[in-house]
T-cell receptor, first 115, second 111 residues
Framework: EAGVTQFPSHSVIEKGQTVTLRCDPI?????LYWYRRVMGKEIKFLLH????????ESGMPNNRFLAERTGGTYSTLKVQPAELEDSGVYFC?????????????FGEGSWLTVV | TQLLEQSPQFLSIQEGENLTVYCNSS?????LQWYRQEPGEGPVLLVT?????EVKKLKRLTFQFGDARKDSSLHITAAQTGDTGLYLC???????????FGKGTSLLVTP
């Protein structure tokens, strides 16, 4: 069974440009999460989808970030316009159900460098 | 504000030694998870503890959740080079969907 896949694995863009990250969750997983880790900080929650609905987007840093999950399958996270402080690793994760202690499977991450 | 503090931040030991890493918070969590992350990969779940005082063993790894559900520890017995990696703790709450991660303990086990 394929795990959570993310694309691209690495991207380098200039400040002010747009980047779109894609995540394909494990097949059958209704719950999809985005997290990110910026240099020197801990991994932080961005948002959570249940199917195509945003269940919790309390971690989204500002309105330059837009996440979508049309059709409840794959998800995209767009950063527009990108700023230097957006550099970091963006992790996508998925799970069958949500409950405390539920197993969440992480992708390998998309490394974003904004120059 | 960082909710979970992990210590030590870095740890370098030789094969065969024992070690303990800690995950502390002033907040109560409904569950506490430990992950291991290797370079270029995402975090991989090792264990979940949900009951205060709970102890779980995974081969040479022993995980404990504090009685008050505010802290946890991971003990590794007779470390092996394959244990090298970044160990992350993450707390979950019933009231929300987000996992709160610590910064991690970077472990290096040398032959």
């Amino acid at each position: 069974e394929a795990g959570v896949t993310q694309f691209p694995s690495h991207s380098v863009i200039e400040k002010g440009q747009t980047v779109t990250l894609r995540c394909d969750p494990i097949s059958g997983h209704d719950n999809l999460y985005w997290y990110r880790r910026v240099m020197g900080k801990e991994i932080k929650f961005l948002l959570h989808f249940v199917k195509e609905s945003k269940q919790d987007e309390s971690g989204m840093p500002n309105n330059r970030f837009l996440a979508e999950r049309t059709g409840g399958t794959y998800s995209t996270l767009k950063v527009q316009p990108a700023e230097l402080e957006d550099s970091g690793v963006y992790f996508c994760a998925s799970s069958q159900r949500w409950s405390p202690g539920n197993t969440i499977y992480f992708g390998e991450g998309s490394w974003l460098t904004v120059v | 504000t960082q909710l979970l503090e992990q210590s030590p931040q870095f740890l370098s030991i030789q094969e065969g030694e024992n070690l303990t890493v800690y995950c502390n918070s002033s907040s109560v969590f409904s569950s506490l998870q430990w992950y291991r992350q290797e370079p270029g990969e995402g975090p991989v779940l090792l264990v979940t503890v949900v009951t205060g005082g709970e102890v779980k063993k995974l081969k040479r790894l022993t995980f404990q959740f504090g009685d008050a559900r505010k802290d946890s520890s991971l003990h590794i017995t007779a470390a092996q080079t394959g244990d090298t990696g970044l160990y992350l703790c993450a707390g979950g709450r019933n009231s929300g969907y987000a996992l709160n991660f610590g910064k991690g303990t970077s472990l290096l086990v040398t032959p």
